[in-house]
């Protein structure tokens, strides 16, 4: 099982195939197997990593606060670690967003970015700065095996197979880990970043996602290289739910910027 042994944490990954790197970053209480639509896709010319954030999958989680910044340079710290100078960043909700500061914080590392349903703050308007708190709360007191449910059922309209993933994922985190987790991704925030991005970005959203639409829209209005795409038949879990659309508008933006 590849380990790489980082800042006090020991995260998994999955290399597969030969070419430009291409490396995938699941959303929160997900793991690396989310990606597997796009890796048996994307191997067969690019090489795709795939990892686990620390304290989701098999990856660890060190005691104590979670500081949300540990996200980014984890992400480098494996691109280094891998011999890999430069990647086209894809990552789905926590894994967009995790992608993005890593853009912000590590400009040098990062070719191009896909965000599909990212989230770039929980404060965007009033209804989040309300709804955060009472979502962290809610966090603590309801169990991961409900959780996963909940949220397993909301996610699989289209692809009724996502229920079954999305509880396993969510079981395989610990309760106490996740409050940890959750408390750090709800007070990520990159509003006042978004400018610095100069790297060729795509925006994916599922178009029933209504949970990110407006961030997303905000987003390419003021990231200069971005451009949005709406993914038919597709909610949060849009990877999974429409993977041949969004494998070919990544294969498209990935042509179209020669990468």
């Given amino acids: 099982m590849p380990v790489y042994k980082g800042r006090e944490v020991d995260l998994y990954y999955e290399v597969k195939g030969e070419g430009k790197p291409l490396v995938f970053t699941h959303g929160a209480s997900w793991n690396h197997k989310q990606w597997r639509p796009q890796v048996d ?78 989230p770039f703050t929980n404060a965007f308007n009033w209804f989040e700065r309300m709804f955060v708190p009472v979502n962290r709360l809610t966090s603590y007191l309801m169990p991961m095996s409900l959780s996963g449910k909940i949220q397993g059922r909301m996610l699989s309209k289209f692809n009724k197979s996502n229920q079954a993933y999305i509880e396993q994922a969510f079981g ?47 987003m390419q209005e003021q990231i200069a290289n971005a451009q949005l795409k709406i993914i038919r038949n597709a909610h949060h879990a849009t990877n999974l739910d429409n993977p041949d659309e969004v494998n070919e508008a990544i294969a498209s933006f990935l042509s179209e910027h020669a990468i």
């Fill in 41 to 118: 896709a994307f191997s067969r010319r690019y090489q795709t990593v795939v990892w686990d954030i620390r304290g989701h999958g098999s990856s660890s989680l060190p005691h104590g606060k979670v500081d949300s910044e540990d996200f980014s340079r984890d992400l480098a710290d494996l691109l280094s670690e891998l011999g890999i100078e430069q990647a086209t960043l894809c990552g789905l909700s926590l894994g967009g967003h995790i992608s993005l500061q890593t853009a912000v914080r590590y400009p040098e590392k990062v070719a191009a970015l896909v965000l599909i349903g990212t």
């Fill in 172 to 218: 395989s985190i610990a309760h106490s880990d996740w409050i940890r987790i959750w408390d750090a991704v709800t007070r990520m925030d990159s509003t006042h970043d978004l400018h610095k991005i100069q790297c060729p970005v795509l925006l994916l959203q599922g178009e029933s996602d209504t949970m990110i639409r407006r961030q997303q829209a905000y």
